[in-house]
């Protein structure tokens, strides 16, 4: 099998966190998050158990609802971010962004709560590999998305307050919630890679103390 490598490398690169330019207005079908989602279960899990689960939430009392939450978990620190960020930098573009999705998250057509059987406290390393036979899926999810038009952001704010959000939704104790992705199709698709260090410099050859360049 051959890939495409200008186009595998323009989605792997162009995959941004999609805030401002998410379409609140234009509705997301279930076969093509359906779609998405089989494409995100292919990604590989942990001794191949599978325990990735997925709560979407359409319902606009629950997305409202659930919205709430996270301004209550971090709407303070995100509003207070993007005041004090360096005006003109990218970290102040982001949290500026961060800050206005967390106002307008109710709007999203769509929201996804990627869940892993198990818990943290309950599994090796620290949750390592709990967290790591989800994330996997999460990415392809979003890769998935992006090829078809729509966008999506991985934020995490509302976990402060998982107990309120399982609640709400009925999500079993023995479930563990890994983030929220507001799911809509973007305005736009011209999406750029964005500035990151020379990998050189992050990149470490035996020990940390011996740059790879």
């Not at 999460?138 to 959000?165: D, N, P, V």
């Amino acid at each position: 099998m051959e890939f495409d490598l200008t186009q595998t490398d323009a989605l792997l690169s162009t995959t941004r966190a999609v805030r401002k330019r998410l379409d609140f207005d234009r509705e997301v079908p279930d076969d093509v998050l359906l779609e998405c989602l089989r494409l995100a279960v292919q990604a590989p899990t942990g001794s191949n158990r599978q325990g990735w689960r997925w709560m979407v939430i359409r319902d606009a009392a629950k997305k409202e609802a659930l919205a709430e939450i996270y301004r209550q978990a971090g709407g303070e620190y995100l509003s207070n971010a993007a005041k004090e960020a360096e005006s003109g930098t990218q970290t102040a573009r982001v949290m500026d962004s961060a800050n206005f999705l967390a106002q307008n998250m109710a709007k999203v057509p769509v929201m996804v709560i990627p869940l892993i059987v198990g818990r943290p406290e309950e599994s090796p390393g620290n949750g390592a590999g709990l967290f790591g036979s989800i994330i996997p899926a999460m990415w392809s999810f979003q890769l998935a998305l992006r090829s078809r038009g729509l966008g999506s952001c991985l934020t995490t704010l509302h976990l402060q307050k998982e107990a309120e959000a399982a609640e709400l939704l009925g999500i079993p104790p023995h479930l563990t919630q890994v983030g929220l992705l507001p799911v809509a199709y973007t305005k736009g698709t011209d999406f750029k890679p964005a500035k990151r260090p020379p990998v050189e410099e992050i990149t470490y050859l035996d020990t940390y103390k011996n740059p790879i360049r």
